[in-house]
């Protein structure tokens, strides 16, 4: 390409993909400094093995912001982790993923995760996005006994 022609993604521009087995070194990178439970590489292979599953990874062009694996359940999508590279926070990236899910599973599913009560900013995200708390799990984080905030998105009141 000649120096005057424009590269095919501009500087600084994120394509929000389907997350390859390629991408997992990235991923523990992010994972490990993002969590103080972190996931093992072999749960995110186990998800990432999952046909009715969505990953995505947010791709910079020469390395990867963030990622976000969901599942399947029946008719429930389960947001299982999201997580974006801490020096790229609060740049609408973790909104873009999300939005790439709901338009790939459909804005009319049904959505669930769970999320630690503390993580503020992550809950602020999800509300944006239309999620509602609907109670807690007592205790749901062994690392330090934290409790769990449930959200939908959708109906919650019919388990299909
Ligand atoms: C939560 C997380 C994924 C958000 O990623 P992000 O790319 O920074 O989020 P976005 O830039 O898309 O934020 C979209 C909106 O969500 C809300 N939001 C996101 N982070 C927030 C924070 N720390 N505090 C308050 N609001 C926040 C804001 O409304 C934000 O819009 P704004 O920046 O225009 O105000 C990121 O902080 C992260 O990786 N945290 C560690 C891992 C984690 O907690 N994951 C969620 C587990 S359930």
């Known amino acids: 390409m000649a120096a005057t022609e424009s590269p095919s993604r501009p500087i600084g521009s994120i394509e929000v993909r389907r997350l390859a087995y390629g991408d997992l070194p990235g991923v523990l990178s992010i994972e490990r400094r993002s969590f103080p439970a972190p996931w093992s590489l072999a749960m995110f292979v186990l998800e990432l093995s999952k046909p009715s599953g ?12 963030g990622y976000l694996v969901c599942s399947r359940y029946a008719d429930i999508w389960h947001v299982m982790n999201v997580a974006v590279d801490p020096e790229r926070r609060r740049e609408g990236i973790a909104a ?3 939005g790439e899910l709901l338009e790939t599973a459909g804005r009319d599913g049904r959505y669930t995760l769970e999320v630690r009560v503390s993580n ?3 809950i602020a995200m999800y509300e944006r996005l239309g999620f509602r708390r609907a109670g ?5 984080y062994h690392d330090n006994g934290e409790d769990a905030m449930i959200m939908w998105l959708g109906d919650p009141g019919y388990i299909g």
Do not use: E, N, V
């Not at 807690?136 to 749901?140: D, E, F």
């Open 96 to 98: 873009r993923m999300m």
């Open 120 to 122: 503020h900013g992550a």
């Open 136 to 140: 807690r799990r007592r205790r749901y």
């Open 54 to 65: 969505i990953c995505l990874a947010a791709d910079t062009g020469d390395g990867l912001a």
